[in-house]
């Protein structure tokens, strides 16, 4: 049983662990050999995807969709991020976490919401998946801009990842356009001597 001056702890020790994301490491890291996004930087971009999906698709709770976005991850904050490698070997208590993270904050409705994302039984659950999966496709771009050669490595099977694991029209529609986007394109539209002509040095 929580206390009652736990429970008014609670929201603090909540936004600590949400920061707590940052030094939480990607999984694919072993795999890729360098720094990539963390946690909390992947679910930024996971909540914009997962709205863009929504609005293509005209479908879904944009509000739900966004609380899922948020949650979708949190649980790693007890859990740790696994890797397609590590899945085979290893299970994780996310709803347990998710449980014990959520409780006696102000965020309790949470918990539901982290289980529906799990479950994939709704459109909203299903767009944030897809958004997530959209995710690592936009950085394994990024990675080859860098002129990284595993995203060239991984293409076959993202690919099989874009056939059978999205779950919208929009998602395979997206990754198809990833395949050809110039990952610099929306600076070097944006520069200063394209939007100013007038502009100096």
């Not at 990539?36 to 609005?55: P, Q, W």
């Not at 356009?177 to 939007?195: E, G, I, P, S, Y």
Request: net charge positive; charged share 35%; glycine share 2%.
């Amino acid at each position: 049983m929580i206390s009652q001056n736990h429970m008014k702890d609670r929201d603090t020790e909540f936004l600590f662990e949400i920061g707590s994301l940052r030094n939480i490491p990607r999984a694919w890291i072993q795999h890729l050999g360098v720094s990539c996004a963390s946690n909390l930087e992947h679910t930024m971009r996971v909540i914009f995807l997962a709205l863009l999906i929504a609005r293509k698709e005209k479908k879904g709770d944009e509000a739900i969709i966004i609380k899922m976005a948020l949650a979708h991850d949190l649980p790693e904050t007890r859990t740790a991020d696994l890797a397609y490698v590590h899945k085979v070997y290893s299970n994780t208590d996310d709803a347990h976490a998710a449980r014990d993270l959520f409780v006696g904050t102000s965020f309790p409705d949470f918990e539901d919401i982290h289980a529906q994302y799990e479950r994939r039984d709704t459109i909203e659950a299903k767009i944030v998946k897809d958004a997530d999966n959209l995710d690592i496709d936009l950085e394994l771009k990024e990675f080859e801009e860098q002129g990284h050669k595993l995203p060239k490595k991984w293409r076959k099977m993202r690919k099989f990842v874009r056939d059978e694991k999205l779950y919208t029209k929009t998602a395979k529609t997206l990754w198809d356009r990833l395949q050809k986007a110039n990952v610099a394109q929306w600076h070097m539209d944006a520069n200063k001597w394209k939007k100013i002509p007038s502009a100096g040095k």
